[in-house]
């Protein structure tokens, strides 16, 4: 039975396969019934959770064996300027991460930039916000609530606040 399942998510998501974590089973069959049958989210090419929006899934860059984005509830990923995704990056519930702004001089036209770069091992807890054209270095964890508002490049930090800050350089990720 058990071998049938792996079947049928692989037949979904190819990905899956060069998953270097745990994967959630049930949720992944829970969204092919909801993504492939219902159609929600189903221009998503990998499994997200039915409450989470996706905008621009091809402009989503995820390391091969990444973690899923928006595989936790209530998540918005705007992906039109582009959001490039490391490996091990956990990214917790409600989480936002919005690449393209309005322009303030007129709210009918977008800002482009480049695009948001979450570099491996970060963690985003949640109800996190990333704005446009932030990167994240290596082995960032992102506060719960925080507002990530500029870049963050030199890794082993931990940023929380609104709008986000330091608050502590860590030792190296060990996996």
């Known amino acids: ?65 990444a973690r899923f984005p928006g595989l936790s509830m209530g998540c918005h990923i705007d992906g039109r300027n582009g959001i490039k995704i490391g490996k091990n990056v956990w990214i917790g519930p409600r989480v936002s991460i919005i690449s393209m702004n309005h322009d303030v001089n007129n709210y009918h036209s977008y800002v482009e930039c480049n695009p948001i770069v979450i570099q491996d091992n970060c963690w985003l807890g949640a109800n996190v916000i990333i704005l446009p054209n932030v990167h994240l270095g290596e082995h ?20 929380a606040g609104n709008p986000a800050k330091l608050i502590r350089n860590l030792t190296s990720y060990n996996s």
Do not use: E
């Open 1 to 65: 039975m058990k071998k049938l399942v792996f079947c049928i998510c692989y037949l979904f998501y190819p990905d899956l396969k060069n998953c270097n974590y745990p994967i959630p089973w049930k949720a992944v069959l829970k969204c092919i019934i909801i993504q492939k049958i219902f159609r929600i989210n189903s221009h998503v090419p990998w499994p997200v959770h039915h409450s989470t929006k996706v905008t621009s899934p091809k402009n989503i860059i995820r390391r091969k064996g």
């Open 140 to 159: 960032t964890i992102v506060a719960a609530g925080a507002v990530v508002t500029k870049s963050f490049p030199d890794g082993n930090q931990l940023i």
